[in-house]
């Protein structure tokens, strides 16, 4: 649902249905709304069959990539050699996005139950949920609901009162860098290591944290694990408005230049413009669309007529040259300086840049000064090829995706703003000295 | 290694097979292809972060790093297409924003990767313009031998993983994200490993200097001569780098056998004793006044007269520290007396390892040679020296420093001969001493403590009239009628192979760069 505004008739509300409602926060009230019981009956099944019923599904990993959560579940080793960890990505740090942050706020037994799912079905014996260190009120709110859970024999020695099986959970809080929500860097991180992040391969199922079997999924895609193990894979997988490819429901954090800007929970495939201009109310009086970034600060921007025309889901984006993401939509009107809101989008990046490559640490870097100068009036024609040129090595040479991220904004930004970069080359708008 | 499959692939047209496993940077160089790199080093855990060693690999759609990618059968690898190119230019490019032109003043001009690749494939100009300032940040002390010089870093982070994971001391680290990072040093710490100086030999650039090197020379004025360290028993390989005729830095040489690409710190500053200035440079004989210079021919012929004229007991007093030519010929020479032969060797309690690198310490015996002495004969006796001396008809002394014999020990010794690179006092009773090279002065060889014989070259010339001790020891019996005059260390090899076991079938042509290990390891086994 929209929280904080009351439910949208055009919405389907799954994760989001008791955003708002504190009672659902305790584990009283979890278990009075039907808390635990997929956790019961999963525990009932073989790990095998729950990794089957989630790739039956069709769920994908709602960070980011869109990877497909049964398959990812599948690659640990079956036969255990070494302890096997789950990783709950909640470092949700993408710029425009925070899905995340509501659903720990309001239904943190949800995520520890979609957790402990997880967790069973991987083998894994602990779970490390990496919470953002910015996210002080959620992480209070998780804190309480582990303990609660860990009391009621949710967690811990003999969990759900099934002799010898124990699931641990710990909260891992992160310090403030964007990059550890990158999963290596988030398992350096765990360990105690600088947050960079690791060469691939090996890949986390075989060499995940601590050197172990590790697999690591997005709040998200772990809170909806319990209802489709409550309500059956094949519900799930009818969840889908376009691509069979996509199901489910996803939450959007749509922020920016929207009347009514929060969360909105919608079926795979769900149009754009109706959620822009339905749900979130549209523009403000007398403004119109310009621009939109659909899936978090990472992926290309959008124009107003492929903002219109694209559906919310993974291949409705890639149709229209921009990806999913995490779903953090960021909506600009015709009052926004799209120069000026890449350059804020490249900063972001470069004062997060892990350093690690070369393109990433220094490319980012120099992509704000160019980006700052052209806004100063300085700037030259020429100087949009060599931002194109820098974003073109600075896309798919690295370690991770961080480089590749504040590229897509700039070329999507010159290949369908380029008059705005003119007009401030040209002297036909007036130069941004204050660069806040 | 050998035990992996081969595997097969095509590194820019050739084709190459390499064992199961290698990495595409080192297949490569069996392709002759030196793919650029900065943050791949050997000796060191990969990182894969300087991206400079992208490549491109058919059928794989985005380029692919060679330090990281293992090769595979029927891989075809493309170094220098113009995809690769392009990604490898444009790292130079964004490593070059930051960096300071300042190679002329810089102590890695020469020696530098970022100017080699610069010049290999960079762009001839900037694009970072109009004139950004540069990223500027003040040298900094990091203690020990090192200095850190920010402004030329390139975040390699070798010398980070190099004390991470081979000195196993984590005292540098990256600090700071994006272009504000920087090589951190541990709040408290220095430096001061005893293998900390292999950082300034890592680093790619000139950003972690030597203070001892500091602006000592330039790089392309240096003469390098493969070596072996004399600090200790290890027989690290190394390079003596000379200008004009002065050794001004030892380097270390790979060797997977003895120090992988390593040496410590008192090894790499035990040189200035190789240039010292108060040689012996001409022949002394004794006369009437004292010790009076004078001509090889003279000198020997007294030499040939003392030892002709001497029977029943020799003794030899040997440096472990000279080659174990001039130690088989010293032997050889005396071979008609009743020979005992002794050396005195510096020891220090305790061994400073190299955790990462099996077998690598500085040793607590502080010679290199021992094992040779040993080998051939030499006791390490000093206690029962000093008896034997007084029945000695005559006393050849081979650069020991005779500092540890009291000076009435030696006062009762008539027939003192002398072969040494420096007069100590002790020595002035010596009837005849002949000056001889020394380490960075003659060809030779070591025999380290596992047995591993190891040449060592010739740096720099022997001053005055100085002359190899293999060459000496000849002329003697030549002289003496001991034997043939020897022409060359080779030859002088030669004969101790002929004569020793444990040397038997090593030819200096055998021995090459990397030595080869005695017949009789178990002989070393007792001597250590």
């Not at chain 1, 709040?219 to 094949?234: D, Y």
């Not at chain 1, 600060?297 to 984006?317: A, F, K, M, Q």
């Not at chain 2, 097979?17 to 990969?46: D, M």
Request: charged residues 25%; proline residues 6%; hydrophobic residues 40%.
């Amino acid at each position: 649902m929209g929280y904080p505004h009351p439910p949208h008739p055009k919405e389907t509300v799954v994760l989001s249905q008791y955003f708002g409602d504190p009672e659902a926060r305790t584990y009283e009230g979890w278990k009075k709304r039907g808390g635990y019981t997929a956790l019961e009956q999963a525990l009932s099944m073989a790990p095998g069959e729950i990794i089957e019923i989630v790739k039956e599904s069709g769920l994908r990993g709602r960070g980011g990539a869109g990877f497909p959560t049964g398959l990812k579940w599948s690659f640990m080793p079956k036969e255990k050699t070494k302890p096997h960890y789950l990783c709950c990505n909640a470092d949700e740090s993408e710029p425009g996005t925070f899905k995340d942050r509501e659903i720990m706020r309001w239904t943190p037994h949800a995520l520890i139950e979609g957790c402990a799912i997880a967790q069973y079905a991987i083998q894994a014996e602990v779970t490390y949920i990496y919470i953002r260190g910015e996210f002080t009120e959620p992480l209070a709110i998780m804190q309480q609901a582990l303990e609660e859970a860990y009391r009621h024999g949710i967690l811990g020695k003999d969990a759900m009162g099934k002799k010898g099986l124990r699931l641990d959970m710990y909260i891992h809080r992160g310090a403030g860098a964007y990059i550890c929500g990158e999963e290596t860097a988030l398992m350096n991180s765990i360990e105690g290591r600088r947050g960079n992040p690791r060469i691939k391969p090996p890949f986390p199922a075989a060499y995940g944290v601590f050197g172990m079997p590790t697999t690591i999924n997005n709040v998200e895609t772990l809170a909806a694990v319990p209802h489709i193990i409550n309500r059956g894979a094949a519900w799930y997988k009818s969840l889908s408005l376009s691509s069979p490819k996509s199901t489910g429901t996803k939450l959007f954090s749509v922020c920016g230049h929207v009347r009514k800007p929060g969360n909105y929970e919608v079926t795979m495939g769900f149009p754009l413009g109706e959620l822009i201009y339905d749900l979130c109310g549209g523009m403000r009086e007398g403004r119109k669309l310009k621009a939109c970034i659909p899936g978090g600060s990472s992926v290309p921007i959008l124009n107003r007529e492929e903002t219109e025309s694209c559906l919310l889901d993974y291949e409705g984006c890639i149709e229209k040259g921009t990806m999913l993401g995490s779903g953090g939509v960021i909506v600009f009107d015709d009052s926004a300086d799209m120069v000026y809101q890449i350059m804020r989008l490249a900063r972001f990046y470069a004062h997060e840049s892990c350093a690690q490559c070369t393109q990433c640490r220094e490319g980012t870097a120099w992509t704000v000064r160019i980006l700052q100068r052209i806004l100063a009036g300085e700037g030259e024609m020429k100087d949009l090829d060599l931002l194109l040129e820098l974003a073109e090595q600075m896309t798919g040479k690295t370690i991770c995706v961080l480089s590749d991220s504040c590229a897509a904004p700039v070329v999507s930004g010159i290949k369908k703003f380029r008059d705005e970069f003119e007009a401030y080359i040209k002297g036909a708008r007036r130069p941004v000295t204050a660069l806040a | 290694m050998s035990e992996k499959p081969l595997v097969s692939l095509t590194i820019e047209g050739v084709e190459v097979s390499v064992p199961q496993g290698t990495l595409l940077i080192e297949a490569a160089k069996q392709a002759g292809v030196v793919i650029p790199h900065y943050c791949y080093h050997p000796g060191l855990p990969v990182a894969g972060v300087c991206r400079m060693c992208l490549v491109e690999i058919e059928g794989m759609p985005k380029l692919q790093i060679a330090c990281a990618t293992q090769v595979a059968q029927g891989q075809v690898v493309k170094v220098m297409s113009e995809q690769a190119l392009a990604a490898r230019r444009s790292v130079l490019e964004f490593l070059l924003i930051n960096h300071p032109l300042d190679c002329p003043i810089c102590d890695q001009a020469g020696e530098c990767e970022l100017q080699d690749y610069v010049f290999q494939e960079g762009r001839p100009r900037t694009r970072y313009t109009p004139a950004y300032p540069k990223r500027f940040s003040p040298v900094e002390d990091f203690g020990g031998d090192v200095l850190y010089v920010p402004n030329r870093c390139i975040l390699c982070t070798r010398c980070v993983r190099f004390m991470d994971h081979v000195a196993q001391d984590s005292i540098l680290n990256v600090s700071e994200r994006g272009d504000r990072a920087y090589i951190g040093i541990h709040p408290g710490r220095k430096l001061d490993h005893p293998w900390a100086g292999n950082v300034v030999d890592l680093c790619p650039v000139g950003s972690l200097l030597s203070k001892d090197f500091l602006h000592k020379a330039r790089a392309w004025e240096l003469d390098k001569t493969a070596s072996i360290c004399t600090g200790c028993s290890q027989g690290c390989n190394v390079n003596l780098d000379t200008r004009h005729n002065a050794v001004v830095r030892i380097r270390p040489r790979p060797n997977l056998e003895v120090n992988q690409y390593f040496i410590c710190d008192y090894g790499r500053f035990n040189y200035r004793w190789m240039n010292r200035g108060d040689r012996i440079e001409a022949p002394l004989v004794k006369d009437r006044e004292g010790l009076a210079a004078t001509d090889w021919d003279t000198a020997l012929e007294r030499a040939a007269q003392i030892l002709k004229g001497a029977d029943g007991k020799a003794v030899a007093l040997v440096s472990p520290k000279v080659s174990t030519e001039a130690l088989f010929l010293a032997r050889r020479l005396l071979g008609r007396f009743e020979w005992s032969g002794y050396f005195r060797l510096e020891r220090v309690d305790g061994e400073i390892p190299l955790p990462g690198v099996p077998n690598l310490a500085l040793r607590s015996e502080r010679a290199p040679n021992g094992t040779g002495a040993r080998l051939l004969g030499y006791g390490e006796d000093t206690e029962g020296a000093v008896p034997a001396l007084r029945q000695a008809a005559v006393v050849l002394v081979l650069d020991d420093p005779l500092d540890w014999l009291s000076a009435d020990s030696l006062s009762e010794v008539e027939n003192l001969i002398y072969l040494g690179t420096v007069l100590p006092p002790a020595a002035r009773g010596a009837r005849v001493v002949l000056p001889i090279a020394n380490v960075a002065e003659e060809d030779g060889t070591f025999v380290n403590r596992d047995g591993r014989v190891q040449r060592y070259f010739q740096a720099k010339p022997a001053p005055g009239m100085a002359r190899p001790a293999w060459w000496v020891l000849g002329q003697l019996m030549e002289e003496t009628g001991a034997g043939e005059a020897v022409l060359s260390a080779a030859q002088a090899f030669e004969l101790l192979a002929a004569a020793e076991p444990a040397f038997s079938g090593l030819s200096y042509e055998r021995l090459g760069l990397k030595g080869a290990l005695i017949n009789a390891p178990e002989r070393v086994e007792v001597s250590r």
